[in-house]
Nanobody, 123 residues
């Protein structure tokens, strides 16, 4: 069983900062690309940032220069440092990871999602 658990969400004033964490646990062989998504009320879920196993990163334009994605492969954990937060950043943030695991002598790779953490930015 593989599980992703997010933490670090909360309520913050505009201009403030939050740091999200996403910890993977279970029978993991390797974690490939990891990513943060967000979904605001009434809107579709959008990609915020992604990071490869080698730490190459990609950001959506609206968060460039304000958010930083990182990971610690030894801890199977990904982070999202969010600075200069704006009310429009309010959303449920979810982590996603492509994870390779071993079962009965074979290796499988599939996408996993966390349960999401609420980020609310007040004006």
């Amino acid at each position: 069983q593989v599980q992703l658990v997010e933490s670090g969400g909360g309520l913050v004033q505009a201009g403030g900062s939050l740091r999200l964490s996403c910890a993977a646990s279970g029978s993991i062989f390797r974690i490939n690309t990891m990513a943060w998504y967000r979904q605001a009320p009434g809107k579709q879920r959008d990609l915020v940032a992604s990071i490869t196993r080698g730490s190459s990163t990609n950001y959506t334009d609206s968060v460039k220069g304000r958010f930083t994605i990182s990971r610690d492969n030894a801890k199977n954990t990904m982070y999202l440092q969010m600075n200069s937060l704006k009310p429009e950043d309010t959303a449920v943030y979810s982590c996603n990871a492509g994870i390779t695991y071993q079962s009965r002598g074979y290796y499988f790779t599939r996408d996993y999602w966390g349960q999401g953490t609420q980020v609310t930015v007040s004006s």
